[in-house]
């Protein structure tokens, strides 16, 4: 079966240390999504690219994330500098929204 | 602004019995999808219903599109210890290029 990878798996970070989360994609979908998940929020939508393109990263913090997809096998999401409240499992998918998404398993970032 | 609301938030029943799950909102969606989520691990397709009035089954799992394409319905048939997980509704968001919205989920714990 085709997966999303996604690593680290797990990082606990101090606060104010940079932070850089890796996706690979189903090599094919052109429509790749970073979400965050809290029990308090659910599933929110940080930013996702269509053809590597940025479409909408509204959900992000700007001041201190970033989202880039330097080729179509990695995109990358960044956070610095991290903040405590920014814990949280950040997850990756690709697919479209008429079909679906397949996610990534996760990465479960603590910062303290 | 879309919202989906699902209900209820936790359901704990015993192996063997029955359950429905909803998803409900005061929007009308093109398509709502269902995942579900496993501890651990990202929210995994389970299936996409497009028509008003549709009824798909994946084995003992019904799902169903309401008829005014604002809500929709799960339905698990003697539920076994494997079904536990969070069931979460997700629809696009009108607008949007592609991105989907997602309900908060229902937590599901079958006991054996």
């Known amino acids: 079966d085709a997966r999303v990878t996604q690593t680290p798996r797990h990082k606990v970070t101090e606060m104010g240390q940079e932070v850089t989360m890796r996706c690979q994609p189903i090599?094919?979908?052109?429509?790749v999504f970073w979400y965050r998940q809290t029990m308090m929020q659910g599933l929110e939508l940080l930013a996702y690219f269509r053809n590597r393109a940025p479409l909408d990263d509204s959900g992000m913090p700007k001041d201190r994330f970033s989202a880039e997809m330097p080729d179509a096998t990695l995109a990358t999401l960044k956070i610095q500098p991290s903040e405590p409240r920014d814990s949280a499992v950040y997850f990756c998918?690709?697919?479209?929204?008429?079909?679906?998404?397949?996610f990534g398993s996760g990465t479960r970032l603590t910062v303290v | 602004t879309q919202l989906l609301e699902q209900s209820p938030q936790f359901l704990s029943i015993q192996e063997g019995e029955n359950l429905t799950v909803y998803c409900n909102s005061s929007?009308?969606?093109?398509?709502l999808q269902w995942y579900r989520q496993e501890p651990g691990e990202g929210p995994v397709l389970l299936v996409t219903?497009?028509?008003?009035?549709e009824v798909k089954k994946l084995k003992r799992l019904t799902f169903q599109f309401g008829d005014a394409r604002k809500d929709s319905s799960l339905h698990i048939t003697a539920a076994q210890t494997g079904d536990t997980g969070l069931y979460l509704c997700?629809?696009?968001?009108?607008?949007?290029?592609?991105?989907?919205?997602f309900g908060k989920g229902t937590k599901l714990s079958v006991k054996p």
């Open positions: 090599l094919g979908h052109n429509t």
């Open positions: 219903v497009v028509t008003g009035g």
């Open positions: 997700a629809g696009p968001r009108v607008g949007s290029q592609g991105n989907l919205i």
């Open positions: 998918a690709s697919g479209n929204s008429n079909y679906g998404y397949t």
């Open positions: 929007s009308v969606f093109s398509s």
